[in-house]
């Protein structure tokens, strides 16, 4: 069941997003999608953050995929698609289904290669919904699913 809040502000979605990387286990594929300046990067930062990544995390528009060693052992992937121009051709070229079953994989412009990306998956959609705000969808495509973290209004 698809769930929909609005986040008030940057800061809203930053808390939001590592509230939820504490309530998750790898391996997991989480498919952003939304338009430039949606808060895609933001998610993605704030996710590492809260998994203790302490060096900066940046949008791999031209890496493709930058990888982060996490405390536990296990890996964060942040993979951009918004470059890629046969970008389902190129995404299985690079490997990136292989990544899937790996640890964490965070896909920004996870649309583009939507025919790759596993069943089993969180996906989020972020719009703009004004100033500072914007409207988040969480569709958790997973087959067992535990509960999310309840948003709450700021």
């Known amino acids: 069941m698809p769930q929909t809040f609005l986040s008030t502000s940057p800061a809203y979605t930053r808390q939001w997003a590592q509230d939820l990387a504490r309530q ?3 391996p997991l594929v989480i498919a952003l999608q939304g338009d430039l300046g949606a808060g895609k990067t933001l998610f993605a930062q704030a996710f590492a ?5 302490r060096q900066p995390v940046t949008s791999p528009t ?16 942040h993979v951009d698609c918004y470059r890629l121009t046969a970008a ?13 079953d790996l640890g964490f994989v965070i896909i920004e412009w996870a649309d583009r ?22 409207r988040i969808q969480i ?16």
Not at 64 to 73: F, K, V
Not at 88 to 100: D, I, P, R, S
């Open 24 to 26: 998750l286990q790898p």
């Open 49 to 53: 953050a809260a998994l203790g990544v």
């Open 62 to 77: 031209f890496t493709l995929i930058n990888e982060y060693e996490l405390p536990d052992g296990s890996t964060l992937y």
């Open 88 to 100: 389902v051709a190129e995404a299985h070229a690079l490997g990136l289904e292989e990544l899937f």
């Open 113 to 134: 290669i939507s025919e790759l990306l596993p069943d089993d998956r969180i996906d989020i959609i972020m719009e703009d919904a004004g100033p500072q705000k914007r």
């Open 139 to 154: 569709i958790d495509r997973r087959a067992v699913q535990p509960v999310l973290p309840a948003v709450t209004t700021p």
